[in-house]
């Protein structure tokens, strides 16, 4: 596709419950990250990939959180375990090459609502 | 620590007008500025960036200053239409902070018709 596509746009789930949620980048885009957003404030990073190896994870919140990208291009975040807290908008945007100077693209977001 | 600030939550604009959005930062590491616009239920846009090597960058309507001894940034809109009724980030990045980008809360702009 033309742009970031990440599903599913919305996804409610029960206290405790394993969630995947899943991002296509740009294709051809070696960089991808995952960033996280609540109400009123603006988007946190999560996780950065440059091809298939995670080169940032220093924002994931914690072990309940892991994300991957096998084959370098579409990535999934997952979520063990989840909580209340975890409720938010995942959003996730990709570059062409990564690195400072870079402008990042990114998709609709994925709302997460843990109930 | 919230290394990028944005201290305006909201601003309202008559159609025409200028709109300043500000932006300050506190990590002198940071090299290189962005600013996004999101609509509600959409992921963030890309506006226009600067490098730190520049104080001034200009596209179209869209202009960003930089001053980096007073550590901050401003997106001038001019002249300002309802479509650019949006939530504008702030982001930054840098050496010691990689690929990843920090962002400010936001400031929602409201154009008035």
């Known amino acids: 596709g033309a742009g970031v596509s990440q599903t599913p746009s919305n996804k409610v789930t029960e206290k405790g419950k394993y969630v995947e949620l899943r991002c296509d980048p740009i294709?051809?885009?070696?960089?991808l990250y995952w960033y996280r957003q609540s109400l009123g404030q603006g988007p946190e990073f999560l996780i950065y990939?440059?091809?298939?190896?995670?080169?940032?994870d220093s924002g994931l919140p914690n072990d309940r959180f892991f994300a991957v990208r096998p084959e370098g291009s579409v990535s999934t975040l997952k979520i063990q375990r989840t909580e209340r807290g975890d409720s938010a908008m995942y959003l996730c945007?990709?570059?062409?090459?990564?690195?400072?100077?870079?402008?990042?693209?990114f998709g609709q977001g994925t709302r997460l609502t843990v109930v | 620590d919230q290394q990028v600030k944005q201290n305006s939550p909201s601003l309202s604009v008559q159609e025409g007008r200028i709109s300043i959005l500000n932006c300050d930062y506190t990590n002198s590491m940071f090299d290189y500025f962005l600013w996004y616009k999101k609509y509600p239920a959409e992921g963030p846009t890309f506006l226009i960036s600067i490098s730190s090597i520049k104080d001034k960058n200009e596209d179209g309507r869209f202009t960003v200053f930089l001053n980096k001894s007073a550590k901050h940034l401003s997106l001038h809109i001019v002249p300002s239409q309802p479509g650019d009724s949006a939530v504008y980030f702030c982001a930054a990045s840098g050496e010691t902070s990689g690929s990843r980008l920090t962002f400010g809360e936001g400031t929602q702009l409201t154009v008035n018709p």
């Open positions: 294709s051809g885009h070696t960089a």
């Open positions: 945007a990709s570059s062409l090459t990564g690195g400072t100077n870079t402008e990042a693209f």
């Open positions: 990939f440059q091809g298939t190896g995670a080169a940032d």
